[in-house]
Nanobody, 121 residues
Framework: QVQLVESGGDLVQPGGSLRLSCAAS????????MKWYRQAPGKQRELVAG???????NYADSVKGRFTISRANAKNTVYLQMNSLRPEDTAVYYC???????????????WGQGTQVTVSS
């Protein structure tokens, strides 16, 4: 069994910063890409940022230059540093990872439970 647990969501003022973390645990053999998604009320879930096992990153246009994704492979953890936050960044942020479990073949997608980020004055 594999679990992803996010942390770091909070209420922050516009222009502020937050750092989200997502730790994977369980019977993990390999973690491939790790990603952050977000879902605002009444909107579809959207990809925010992704990072491959080799460290290649990609970002949604709306967060380029403000957000930075990184990962610590030894800790099975992915981070999202969010700077210059705007009210439109308000959403539940979800961690996603493609993982092969110990003794398994191929990979499967796993999701965290989400962490709330609210940007408001």
């Amino acid at each position: 069994q594999v679990q992803l647990v996010e942390s770091g969501g909070d209420l922050v003022q516009p222009g502020g910063s937050l750092r989200l973390s997502c730790a994977a645990s369980g019977s993990i053999f390999t973690i491939y890409a790790m990603k952050w998604y977000r879902q605002a009320p009444g909107k579809q879930r959207e990809l925010v940022a992704g990072i491959t096992s080799g460290g290649t990153t990609n970002y949604a246009d709306s967060v380029k230059g403000r957000f930075t994704i990184s990962r610590a492979n030894a800790k099975n953890t992915v981070y999202l540093q969010m700077n210059s936050l705007r009210p439109e960044d308000t959403a539940v942020y979800y961690c996603n990872a493609r993982i092969t479990v110990t003794g398994g073949t191929g990979g499967a997608d796993y999701w965290g439970q989400g962490t709330q980020v609210t940007v408001s004055s």
